[in-house]
Nanobody, 127 residues
Framework: QVKLVESGGGSMQAGGSRRLSCAAS????????MAWFRQAPGKEREGVAC???????IYADSVMGRFTISKDNAQNTVYLQINNLKPEDTAMYYC?????????????????????WGKGTLVTISS
Protein backbone atom coordinates (compact mmCIF):
# COMPACT_ATOMS: atom_id res chain seq x y z
CA GLN A 1 0.00 0.00 0.00
CA VAL A 2 0.99 3.58 -0.64
CA LYS A 3 -0.26 6.44 1.49
CA LEU A 4 -0.41 9.89 -0.02
CA VAL A 5 -0.90 13.09 1.95
CA GLU A 6 -1.37 16.41 0.21
CA SER A 7 -0.61 19.78 1.73
CA GLY A 8 -0.25 23.40 0.70
CA GLY A 9 -3.85 24.30 0.00
CA GLY A 10 -5.72 27.22 1.41
CA SER A 11 -7.25 30.54 0.46
CA MET A 12 -5.18 32.77 -1.79
CA GLN A 13 -5.45 35.60 -4.28
CA ALA A 14 -5.56 35.41 -8.04
CA GLY A 15 -2.26 36.15 -9.70
CA GLY A 16 -0.20 34.65 -6.93
CA SER A 17 1.74 31.42 -6.78
CA ARG A 18 1.54 28.34 -4.63
CA ARG A 19 3.28 25.01 -4.32
CA LEU A 20 1.31 21.96 -3.32
CA SER A 21 3.07 18.95 -1.86
CA CYS A 22 2.27 15.27 -1.77
CA ALA A 23 4.18 13.06 0.62
CA ALA A 24 4.20 9.35 -0.19
CA SER A 25 4.88 6.57 2.26
CA UNK A 26 4.62 2.81 2.36
CA UNK A 27 5.32 0.60 -0.65
CA UNK A 28 6.73 3.41 -2.76
CA UNK A 29 9.44 1.41 -4.55
CA UNK A 30 7.02 0.42 -7.29
CA UNK A 31 5.44 3.85 -7.62
CA UNK A 32 6.87 5.03 -10.90
CA UNK A 33 4.22 7.53 -11.91
CA MET A 34 2.80 10.33 -9.79
CA ALA A 35 -0.01 12.61 -10.80
CA TRP A 36 -2.16 15.50 -9.68
CA PHE A 37 -5.89 15.82 -10.17
CA ARG A 38 -8.43 18.42 -9.21
CA GLN A 39 -12.16 18.56 -8.73
CA ALA A 40 -14.16 21.75 -8.62
CA PRO A 41 -17.58 21.84 -6.94
CA GLY A 42 -20.20 20.29 -9.18
CA LYS A 43 -17.64 19.09 -11.71
CA GLU A 44 -15.93 15.82 -12.44
CA ARG A 45 -12.42 15.15 -11.28
CA GLU A 46 -9.87 15.90 -13.97
CA GLY A 47 -6.25 15.06 -14.48
CA VAL A 48 -3.90 18.01 -14.14
CA ALA A 49 -0.35 16.73 -14.47
CA CYS A 50 1.74 13.58 -14.43
CA UNK A 51 5.41 12.79 -13.93
CA UNK A 52 7.30 9.52 -14.40
CA UNK A 53 10.60 8.12 -13.14
CA UNK A 54 12.55 9.92 -15.87
CA UNK A 55 10.87 13.22 -14.98
CA UNK A 56 8.90 13.23 -18.17
CA UNK A 57 5.69 15.17 -17.70
CA ILE A 58 2.30 15.81 -19.22
CA TYR A 59 -0.21 18.53 -18.44
CA ALA A 60 -3.80 19.36 -19.05
CA ASP A 61 -4.21 22.05 -21.67
CA SER A 62 -6.00 24.22 -19.15
CA VAL A 63 -2.96 24.46 -16.88
CA MET A 64 -0.08 24.20 -19.32
CA GLY A 65 2.39 27.01 -18.84
CA ARG A 66 1.21 27.83 -15.33
CA PHE A 67 1.54 24.51 -13.51
CA THR A 68 4.73 22.54 -13.02
CA ILE A 69 4.91 19.06 -11.55
CA SER A 70 8.16 17.87 -9.99
CA LYS A 71 9.35 15.35 -7.44
CA ASP A 72 12.00 14.64 -4.87
CA ASN A 73 12.71 10.92 -4.99
CA ALA A 74 14.79 10.95 -1.84
CA GLN A 75 11.90 12.34 0.15
CA ASN A 76 9.18 10.51 -1.78
CA THR A 77 7.45 13.78 -2.41
CA VAL A 78 5.81 15.20 -5.50
CA TYR A 79 5.05 18.88 -5.96
CA LEU A 80 2.72 20.97 -8.01
CA GLN A 81 3.88 24.53 -8.54
CA ILE A 82 1.01 26.77 -9.53
CA ASN A 83 1.73 30.19 -10.98
CA ASN A 84 -0.63 32.98 -11.93
CA LEU A 85 -3.46 31.55 -9.90
CA LYS A 86 -6.92 32.04 -11.33
CA PRO A 87 -10.37 31.76 -9.73
CA GLU A 88 -11.08 28.77 -11.96
CA ASP A 89 -8.24 26.95 -10.25
CA THR A 90 -10.43 26.67 -7.17
CA ALA A 91 -10.82 22.97 -6.49
CA MET A 92 -9.87 20.08 -4.30
CA TYR A 93 -6.48 18.94 -5.48
CA TYR A 94 -5.62 15.26 -5.23
CA CYS A 95 -2.36 13.43 -5.51
CA UNK A 96 -2.29 9.93 -6.99
CA UNK A 97 0.26 7.23 -7.78
CA UNK A 98 0.62 4.02 -9.76
CA UNK A 99 3.32 1.48 -10.71
CA UNK A 100 3.19 2.53 -14.35
CA UNK A 101 6.08 2.57 -16.78
CA UNK A 102 5.32 6.10 -17.85
CA UNK A 103 2.61 8.70 -17.98
CA UNK A 104 -0.06 8.16 -20.60
CA UNK A 105 -0.18 10.28 -23.71
CA UNK A 106 -2.75 12.58 -22.20
CA UNK A 107 -4.39 13.41 -18.89
CA UNK A 108 -7.69 11.88 -20.03
CA UNK A 109 -6.20 8.42 -19.51
CA UNK A 110 -4.67 9.20 -16.13
CA UNK A 111 -7.39 8.44 -13.65
CA UNK A 112 -8.07 4.79 -14.46
CA UNK A 113 -4.40 3.95 -14.05
CA UNK A 114 -4.02 5.38 -10.57
CA UNK A 115 -3.87 2.82 -7.76
CA UNK A 116 -3.45 5.12 -4.78
CA TRP A 117 -5.06 8.41 -3.86
CA GLY A 118 -4.65 11.08 -1.25
CA LYS A 119 -7.56 12.74 0.49
CA GLY A 120 -6.96 16.07 -1.18
CA THR A 121 -6.07 19.62 -0.26
CA LEU A 122 -8.47 22.45 -0.94
CA VAL A 123 -7.33 25.42 -3.00
CA THR A 124 -9.58 28.47 -3.03
CA ILE A 125 -8.71 31.41 -5.27
CA SER A 126 -10.32 34.81 -4.92
CA SER A 127 -10.08 37.69 -7.36
Amino acid sequence: QVKLVESGGGSMQAGGSRRLSCAASGDTYSTIVMAWFRQAPGKEREGVACIDSDDRTIYADSVMGRFTISKDNAQNTVYLQINNLKPEDTAMYYCAAAPLWSCPLGVAQLEDGMDFWGKGTLVTISS
